[in-house]
């Protein structure tokens, strides 16, 4: 276990924390076989719910609870071949208010042929006075398959607090170079909040992306899936060989709940496994 030293040169006061993971095939079952991590990043031991032939499941931990101006966050996960892992988190992630800095997090992760890897982090909550950038990249193999999502609340609507901030997202996916999907967001201020072309005053946005898609008859699963949820905004399209899943909400347990359906109906055409969602989510 390493200290958890405050180490960013560039951002006094920050937090600098990073983790690799990388998932390992040994006979029938995968294993975390590689864990090395900086500051306040780590996991709990890898579970194995659905026998030692489906996926290794692992929840990132972030103890400090929060991210505030000028921390740093590095997170790379790395799915061997023939590797399944799921990855999510205990609880929602914070971005707390800065006094000026910028908080940054980055996440990058690797497909390798044959493996398959699933992304489901609980939401991320932005609080008004947010300055941070959130970062994610899917890099994937020929024969790699992946299910993910990222779902982030912009202000607190529970506690009445409307989101004032500044904050970039940046959600891609790559194979062999190329790009399948690539999107850049920033909301500053209210504006793409309440804008028609934005989020519709909506304050919880929710993305998936899945990869193979390889038959249009999934792209109909999914959203006969969607179409029991009626609290939420969706929709479902396909690009090329990715299906792009959007949900919009008031809560954020209505938008993540409309997601884990839409996982749900995906898994079992994708990965070949029916969906086993983490226990935490029921805690």
Same mark, same amino acid.
């Given at each position: ?30 294993? #975390? ?5 900086? *500051? ?23 103890? =400090? ?78 024969? *790699? ?25 940046? #959600? ?6 190329? =790009? ?54 969706? *929709? ?48």
């Amino acid at each position: 276990m390493h200290a958890y030293v405050r180490v960013d040169a560039e951002t006094p006061g920050g937090w600098r924390a990073t983790l690799a993971l990388t998932f390992g095939r040994e006979g029938e079952r995968t294993v #975390l076989a590689r864990r090395v991590h900086s *500051g306040p990043l780590t996991v709990q031991r890898p579970f194995h719910p659905e026998g030692y032939e489906g996926a290794c499941h692992v929840y990132l931990l972030h103890p =400090p609870g929060g991210v505030v101006g000028g921390d740093v966050l590095d997170i790379t996960v790395h799915a061997g071949p023939d590797s399944r892992a799921l990855i999510t988190t205990p609880a929602a992630n914070k971005l707390y208010r800065s006094a000026g800095p910028r908080a940054q997090l980055a996440q990058t992760l690797h497909v390798d042929a044959g493996a398959q890897l699933e992304w489901l982090p609980q939401p991320t909550i932005a609080f008004a006075g947010v300055h941070a950038r959130v970062a994610t990249r899917v890099n994937l193999a020929p024969g *790699g398959s992946f299910i993910g999502w990222e779902i982030l609340c912009l202000g607190r609507p529970d506690s009445g607090e409307r989101y004032d901030g500044t904050l970039g997202t940046a #959600l891609e996916l790559w194979q062999d170079g190329a =790009p399948m999907w690539l999107e850049r967001a920033r909301y500053d201020g209210q504006v793409l909040l309440d804008a028609p072309f934005g989020l519709r005053g909506q304050c919880v946005s929710g993305t998936l992306l899945a990869t193979p898609v390889v038959t249009p008859d999934r792209l109909d699963a999914v959203r006969a899936t969607l179409a029991l949820h009626d609290t939420v905004l969706t *929709g479902a399209s396909m690009v090329d060989d990715v299906l792009a899943l959007r949900v919009l909400g008031f809560q954020t347990e209505t938008v993540q709940r409309a997601l884990t359906a839409a996982w749900a109906a995906l898994r079992p055409l994708l990965m070949g496994r029916p969906a086993l969602p983490p226990r935490i989510w029921a805690t």
